[in-house]
């Protein structure tokens, strides 16, 4: 079974400032999709960024990039020049491939505090 | 394009008693998912369904745990006889089938609390 880990329960960082979320996963699958969503209070899950596991080049959306370490099952989110608008809790997230096993597993979280 | 409708937004039961959430998906999205997320913790999986037909149920949805989704457009969770680690936040999902993959889009959730 495929298990997502995110060590940090909370982070802070000064606005402005760039921060880098830590997510490892486990999976004996060859391909697979791994995300990044973003969980404002009371407000829906979105999605921030997507990776797909094939493709060796780390994802970009704006301010926002992975680090994706496919050997060691690695999955960093980095958000650079963080804006109040950021604060929010953040999900890693592992999909398959297949469109028949279509559920997400997600890790438990972290908590991104932007301190003005 | 309204995004992922739920309702109620909250919910207060008492133990025992029977509640049904409901969940209005993106237009044309066919598929329709419900996740449980209790305090602390990511979203957990407890069903799919593609059109009307339920593809998938995880162990975590209990005999007292009941989802539908009649003529393939929105999508009933009831929960029977109702216990305190019933409380959680219920969150459901939406997508279309896309080659490369589907992206799930996500409503508010039903915030349900059993006393």
């Known amino acids: 079974a495929q298990t997502v880990t995110q060590s940090q329960p909370e982070m802070s960082v000064q606005e402005a400032e760039t921060v880098t979320l830590s997510c490892t996963y486990d999976?004996?699958?060859?391909?697979?999709?791994l995300f990044w969503y973003k969980q404002p209070p009371s407000r829906q899950m979105i999605l921030v960024i997507r990776?797909?596991?094939?493709?060796?080049q780390n994802a970009t959306e704006n301010r926002f990039s992975v680090n994706f370490q496919k050997a060691a099952k690695s999955f960093s989110l980095k958000i650079s020049d963080s804006q109040l608008g950021d604060a929010a809790m953040y999900f890693c997230?592992?999909?398959?491939?297949?469109?028949?096993?279509?559920?997400?597993?997600f890790g438990k979280g972290t908590r991104l505090h932007i301190l003005p | 394009d309204t995004g992922v409708s739920q309702n109620p937004r909250h919910k207060i039961t008492k133990r025992g008693q029977n509640v049904t959430f409901r969940c209005d998906p993106i237009?044309?999205?066919?598929?329709l998912y419900w996740y449980r997320q209790t305090l602390g913790q990511g979203p957990e999986f407890l069903t799919y369904?593609?059109?009307?037909?339920?593809?998938?149920k995880s162990r975590l949805l209990s005999d007292r745990f009941s989802a539908e989704r009649p003529k393939g457009s929105f999508s009933t969770l009831e929960i029977q006889r109702t216990e305190q680690g019933d409380s959680a936040m219920y969150l459901c999902?939406?997508?279309?089938?896309?080659?490369?993959?589907?992206?799930?889009?996500f409503g508010a959730g039903t915030r349900l609390s059993v006393l």
């Open positions: 237009s044309e999205h066919n598929r």
């Open positions: 997230a592992y999909r398959s491939l297949s469109n028949r096993d279509d559920k997400i597993i």
């Open positions: 999976t004996s699958e060859s391909d697979y999709y």
């Open positions: 999902a939406s997508s279309p089938i896309k080659r490369g993959g589907n992206i799930q889009y």
């Open positions: 369904f593609q059109n009307e037909a339920q593809l998938e």
């Open positions: 990776q797909e596991a094939y493709k060796q």
